[in-house]
């Protein structure tokens, strides 16, 4: 095999998904411990590793959060792992969903107490845009959890995806003895492990009366009975795991590295190399040589003092070399990306290759967009573009000082380009008060900051009832005809394109109703 083809085959690309809380940070910390990659738990998260990261924004250091989402790159049996990292729920905003296309496949991360949550629901439904495969980590078996099955009919009735257990706990909290591998025919004892070393496993069949011996008799009952249960439903089915409707459940606890292992292993086991992306010109072959790439998100002002910005990118085929000539397509243009990084753990690192499967960070003085894509000279296809999502959170906006409406437009303009918000305005009104739509609160904090610092321009920002936004793709009468409910408003894109805005789902009900004819799309992206 070229080494080329070696390479890009040992890639695996995922992102981590989970409410806050779950254990998504542990985890990663023990996936990394394996990797060799970091030396000690708590490097992550570690405030103290984030300020030695380099200059992040003032807002991210007065808060103590990370306000994109991370990369980290480790080694791991053979496999080059990419981990992308979604920030939690104060951090949470459209990157964090964005961060999700740059992803072959998803980790979801459960608290086996608290079973499925909010924003486990709503990272979980963008992920299932894409068909990837979902695998499923209950976490926390060390402590009480819920009933085993009762999580899985959860995972399965709230997300609407069938559900595979690769293991079974054996008890929970207190009581919990380990897990057992159905395939393997293998119970892996609980106990809590240091790093190398090895946790206790013993082969046995459920029909082994060696197995009471082992858990007792009444584990061993439970055990079988469950495991029968399982059994009589549903087959493991690759290709239903590949095309992300049928998610592979592992039961552990992350704290005390239980379970990490064997997860890892079977993950690595069932994952895709990089799987091949679409363009306007058909797929694009992974494994060609030609580099191509797109751009997920753009992180600025990393460093003040160079006023910079950092384009991530997913790679989508070939070998990245830095100092080499490649072309953007959205810009019809040859460039050189300069300053390439990766990160590994918290540190940044400059490198000089990387393949299909990889992010990188390039340096961006200005040029990219959202959903760019990088090609070598010559070619021009464009990577389907990323979806716009939908914001859940509005603000009117305008400047405190009159005198500083153009700063306010550029400003405000440049930083809805780089996609950190999403602006509206009312139908026909001018540019001197906007409506600010965003996915978290997050952005707001970014963008008041953001006008200040770059462009210095106080802002008054109030904020609206509205949680909702549909594009209208058919009118029957002239917009300001239109019937709306208490709370609805009528928006305008810089598309030109008109929006309803309301508060609760049950509007799209009395807005179809009170205006027949009147048709809303489903998405932000058509
Ligand atoms: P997140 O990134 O999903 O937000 O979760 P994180 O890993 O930070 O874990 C949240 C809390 O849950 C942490 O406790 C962590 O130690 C704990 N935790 C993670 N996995 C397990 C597990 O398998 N079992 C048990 N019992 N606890 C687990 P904390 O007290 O909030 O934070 P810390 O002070 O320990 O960092």
Redesign the pocket.
Known sequence: MSELRTEISRRRTFAII?H????????TEKFLLYGGAIAQAGEV?GKRARAATSDWMEIEKQRGISVTSSVLQFQHSGFCINILDTP?HQDFSEDTYRTLMAADSAVM?IDGAKGVEPQTRKLFRVCAIRHIPIFTFI?????ETKDPLELCEEVERELGIDTYAVNWPIGSGKEFQGVYDREKQRILFFQAEERGKKVGSAEVALDDPALEDMIGAQKAAALREEVELLGAGREFDMEAVRNGTLSPVFFG????TFGVEPFLEEFLRMTTPPLPRVSDQGEVDVFSEDFSAFVFKIQANMNKAHRDRLAFMRICSGKFERDTEYFHVQGNKKLRLSQPQQMMAAEREIIDEAYAGDIIGVFDPGIFSIGDTVTVPGKKFKFSGIPTFEPEHFMRVSPKDTMKRKQFIKGTEQIAQEGAIQIFKLPGAGLEEVIVGVVGTLQFDVFQYRMRSEYGVELYMEGLPYEHLRVITACPCKPEDLVLCTGAALLEDFKGRLLVAFGGEWSVGFLTKHNPGLELAESLSV
């Not at 806050?20 to 985890?27: E, F, I, R, S, V």
């Open positions: 989970s806050p809380d779950a254990g998504k940070t542990t985890l998260k939690g991360v976490n926390k078996m060390d402590r606890s992350a704290l005390t």
